[in-house]
């Protein structure tokens, strides 16, 4: 142990707060550190000390006063996430000390919550799968080709953030399924990593194609049947190239718009809601907003079908661990700026 | 017969033709009236002569040298229509001389088709029907819901144009199904007309709500259980104020957009294209583009199930018809502006 690191009190536990409500992008200053008293379980609640903590886009969303589909960050509570972690004291009969579950624990060293408020987990898997591949993000994308996809083979389907948890699902599950399936990334790094990782017929860096007419060209250029399905998940100037190349018929199922979270100006060139209207009518497209909570029911079938293919190797993932709860503002700064390769995680304990 | 008209040559037929494309909103010299030879039907062809034809915002559309459902209107040709008349000989053995056809005449005083392209009328029924109530609108309107409604009793479904031949089915068919209808018109006339006569709940004046913010707090007061279905046939400021009403799980179901056929700004205050994704995701809308095209195997069904009801009474209907071929642009015009009340038709013989 080195002598700037302080010895761990276990009756103390610490946790990082929403000090105010970020202006544009999110700054050190809008969160906080704290140490707290250890919660101590009430009967039927479950006390578990985080191992991982999942850092996801949505967050971003959660820190404006606005309605959505979940209520906003409160300010001064700890920042809400899901988090892996090992039970310390169960008064849950379903729970034994040193179980490893999956529960909302939010950005901090423990969680305290009713035990039906978590999942186990399957010892034979890395716990942190939980909060990427075989979590919310690799169910997201599941769900969103499932139930919204209709996809056939031979099909082509493009989705933006192609190396994040839930691009790198959906591409693969798209080829799986036989479809031709184009990726658009940040950089060649990650377009290299979309095609050799996780097996994508081409990937497009949206930073060298960054207007609306060049990524439109790109599109056209490794998509020469058009486009069936466009997954959503940016926003921005790679929404507006794909409008253009979608067949009739298309899919767009919007599932984020990370380019927009912070309040960015709006880089589409011209092409403005009258356009959008114009192509869904004329093109009879099906934009389907997307929220992995309405088919939760269905979370079982996703593990049954997605596990072992990801336990063999069939299905990629990649993880990007930042070290130590103290660094999660930073890393989910970095995540927002596309710094990330994997699915984000901190590591914190 | 007044000293002002010309005796009709039965060798003669009269034809409407695009004679340049139109910037922005039509005018008179966008057209061409013109006097030619009668076809003379080859074999298996029918020559009609056209009693009604049919004007419908889609047209505007055609006349753009753009891309669509389509092909766009070629200049110097016969404007397309859909028409009913009479037949004048039938070299088709499944036609007679005097039976009562629909067919895609044009704006023009006969057609001459194969046989394959008429659809033969019920006698019993007002052959304009077959234009409107009974045609491509009230099947337009009966498919989109059919197809992508998922009606519910007691859900609330919203209407543009609603006195319009698509509007005024959909209202009557969304109350049949027990859900709460309102409609938006332009004007208290229509308004008045579509509660009175078309049975909607209530019916919001866009002309008296003439902003984003109006029309949203209009809609609002209205539908107090928020907007499940909205069935956008208008575009402009009428779906900037539908959209933060929208409930979680609504559908948009895209018919037409006739505010912006014709190129003019978009009113739609600073709702644009990523206010539109936001809302889409966070409410998990559907967004879908309808052609009745796409459904036109459902015809028959349609006619089936829709007639009984139309012929009793039960669903009204009502018809604006213009008195000869050459006011067709006139009566074209009035209509982008929403001049008529009901099914534009043009009275040809």
Not at 15 to 25: D, E, K, S, T, Y
Not at 239 to 249: E, I, S
Not at 317 to 322: F, M, P, Q, S, V
Request: net charge neutral.
């Amino acid at each position: 142990m080195s002598d700037t690191m302080k010895p761990v009190d276990p009756q103390v536990m610490q946790r990082i707060v929403l000090a105010r409500r970020p202006q544009g992008f999110p700054v050190a200053q809008d969160f906080r550190l704290e140490e707290t008293g250890m919660p101590r379980p009430a009967a039927g609640e479950v006390l578990v000390q985080a191992t991982y903590m999942s850092l996801d886009p949505y967050m971003r969303g959660r820190m404006d006063y606005v309605k959505s589909y979940t209520a906003p960050q409160e300010l001064n509570h700890t920042m809400g996430a899901g988090g892996v972690g090992r039970v310390i004291t169960s008064r849950d009969p379903k729970f034994s000390k040193d179980d490893l579950v999956f529960g909302m624990f939010g950005w901090a060293s423990h969680g305290c919550l009713p035990g039906r408020q978590l999942r186990k987990l399957d010892p034979a898997l890395p716990p942190s799968t939980a909060l990427g591949v075989l979590g919310m993000p690799g169910f997201t994308a599941w769900a969103g080709l499932e139930v919204h996809g209709r996809m056939k083979p031979g099909e082509t389907l493009v989705v933006a953030a192609a190396t994040g948890p839930v691009g790198s699902m959906v591409g693969q599950l798209a080829k799986q399924a036989g479809l031709r399936v184009v990726g658009v990334a940040g950089g060649p790094e990650k377009c290299a990593m979309a095609v050799d990782t996780f097996g994508f017929d081409a990937c497009i860096d949206h930073r060298a194609h960054n207007s609306v007419l060049d990524m439109m060209e790109a599109l056209h250029r490794e998509c020469p049947d058009g486009v069936d399905i466009y997954f959503e998940n940016v926003g921005g100037h790679v929404l507006g190239g794909v409008l253009p190349v979608m067949n009739t018929h298309g899919r767009i199922i919007i599932c984020g718009m990370i380019a927009w979270y912070s309040g960015e100006s709006c880089e589409t060139g011209d092409m403005a809601l009258q356009k959008l209207w114009r192509i869904a009518l004329v093109k009879r497209l099906t934009v389907q907003g997307l929220l992995q909570t309405d088919h939760v029911g269905r979370f079982g079938e996703f593990l049954t079908k997605v596990a072992p293919p990801v336990t063999s190797g069939e299905i990629a993932y990649l993880e990007d661990i930042a070290e130590g709860l103290e660094n999660a503002p930073e890393a989910f700064f970095a995540m927002l700026k596309g710094g990330n390769k994997g699915k984000q995680i901190v590591r914190i304990a």
